[in-house]
């Protein structure tokens, strides 16, 4: 039974380009979350994704962008890159948007040079 | 003010300590409350949801006031796997998870 899987698990940019992170939920599983950790913190919700649509967002830029396929994978895009961008990208899936179990992936590690 | 803080760490612990983690949270509507472990560098995982009725697995207690909007973790007989950082999570309507900065624990021999 495969869990979570991000992809790639590192990552570097420069400054003003963009990048796109992957997302394969965990079989069973229908709705996809990102999370963005930066050193020394605590995740932060970036937005979540049901039904290919983005259900709830957080307080993050429109330069955050997402999408969900019909297989309920995801990405996560990322415009104009800034150095603040660095971290950690998290994606959890669950079961519905209710109150189900959020199971994490390992991560995408993002550095801005 | 952050909508979920806990106690500031790092707490340094010998073998077989108890500690306890505090968090508070602001938003009155969260539906579910939650710790979750995290290791250096690696994805949060959950270690338990939290209920008002107070909740044990082995070790480890947690309990959660409403009213207080307050959540707590209790560890006994800490081991040194224990060590890793330990977020307080609440969950709101429509899925969204909030965590706290989280609390270091580091036990030594």
């Known amino acids: 039974d495969a869990g979570v899987t991000q992809s790639p698990t590192h990552l570097i940019k420069t400054r003003g380009q963009q990048v796109t992170l992957r997302c394969s939920p965990k079989s069973g599983h229908d709705t996809v979350s990102w999370y963005q950790q930066a050193l020394g913190q605590g995740p932060q919700f970036i937005f979540q994704y049901y039904e290919e649509e983005e259900r709830q967002r957080g307080n993050f830029p429109d330069r955050f962008s997402g999408h969900q396929f019909p297989n309920y994978s995801s990405e996560l895009n990322v415009n104009a890159l800034l150095l603040g961008d660095s971290a950690l990208y998290l994606c959890a899936s669950s079961q519905g948007i209710s109150n189900q179990p959020q199971h994490f992936g390992d991560g995408t590690r993002l550095s801005i040079l | 003010r952050k909508e979920v803080e806990q106690d500031p760490g790092p707490f340094n612990v010998p073998e077989g300590a108890t500690v306890a983690f505090n968090c508070t949270y602001s938003?009155?509507?969260?539906?579910?409350f939650f710790w979750y472990r995290q290791d250096c560098r690696k994805e949060p995982k959950l270690l338990m949801s939290?209920?008002?009725s107070g909740n044990e697995d082995g070790r480890f207690t947690a309990q959660l006031n409403r009213a207080s909007q307050y959540i707590s973790l209790l560890i006994r007989d800490s081991k040194l796997s224990d060590s890793a950082t330990y977020l307080c999570v609440v969950r709101v309507q429509g899925g969204k998870l909030i965590f706290g900065q989280g609390t270091e624990l580091s036990v030594k021999p």
């Open positions: 939290v209920y008002s």
């Open positions: 938003n009155s509507a969260s539906q579910s």
